[in-house]
């Protein structure tokens, strides 16, 4: 048995945790990864939403093939919407409190959590003792995982997508419509892009390959691609 290899469930204020086994007592097909709990991993991309800067969804892990029954459960005050992130030894999750919280991933028990303006909907992103995430009060934070703030970045809209942490920059899209990059480590900006959307609408998560970011949008479904390096609008995909 084992518990990196978790599935959370999140309703009605409610984070569940079951405990899984990779070894089933019976027959078995083939396991399909383990839901949506991103699970810190031993390489340079930290722990993210769908795993992995490309956004595959894959996790270099044991697969749950059997659910050992419910090993905790933790209540929130309110709705938790996004998802949530294991990392070293910790479960992150925001909550419509305005909470980003922080729970021992062996027991549920409370170990901190950072107070924003407004509900948090979009998941963190752990890379180098830092999460990333977004608030609805229109802020980006970088804090630690000590829950001490490290820096904050005022953008003019909501978030409800995950950011994305690389080569010393972390890159968010706001529902503002803008794609920003920033210095993990300063929050200093590195650059802005313009979503072309035709109205407004939600930007997904952002997703790279090859230094190249790409991301899309709830309305358009077009496809943006730009350099993760400058900025520069590289192709879109209508």
């Not at 490309?54 to 059997?66: D, F, I, P």
């Not at 479960?91 to 948090?120: H, R």
């Not at 995430?133 to 000590?146: E, L, P, R, V």
């Not at 809209?157 to 950011?163: C, E, K, N, P, V």
Request: charged share 20%; proline share 4%; with cysteine.
């Amino acid at each position: 048995m084992f518990l990196t290899a978790c599935k959370g469930m999140f309703v009605m204020g409610f984070l569940y945790i079951a405990l899984g086994c990779d070894k089933p007592t019976r027959p078995q097909k083939p396991a399909f990864g383990i839901g949506h709990v991103s699970v810190g991993q031993d390489n340079s991309e930290g722990a993210m939403y769908m795993g992995n800067l490309r956004r595959t969804g894959a996790y270099s892990v044991q697969a749950v093939r059997e659910l050992k029954g419910l090993l905790w459960r933790f209540r929130a005050p309110s709705a938790i919407v996004c998802f949530p992130v294991v990392s070293d030894g910790s479960v992150f999750f925001g909550c419509d409190d305005d909470n980003m919280y922080a729970v021992d991933a062996k027991d549920g028990t409370l170990l901190w959590k950072f107070k924003t303006g407004n509900d948090i909907r979009s998941s963190v992103a752990v890379a180098d003792g830092i999460l990333f995430f977004g608030s609805n009060d229109g802020d980006f934070y970088a804090i630690g995982i000590d829950g001490k703030l490290r820096w904050s970045f005022h953008t003019g809209g909501d978030f409800f997508s995950a950011s994305l942490v690389a080569d010393g920059r972390v890159c968010f899209a706001s529902d503002d419509g803008f794609l920003y990059a920033a210095e993990m480590y300063t929050g200093k900006e590195m650059w802005r892009y313009k979503i072309p959307m035709e109205r407004p609408s939600m930007p997904t998560s952002p997703s790279l390959q090859d230094g190249l970011i790409y991301l899309t949008d709830d309305t358009s479904q077009n496809i943006y691609i730009v350099d993760a390096s400058t900025g520069r609008e590289i192709r879109i995909f209508t």
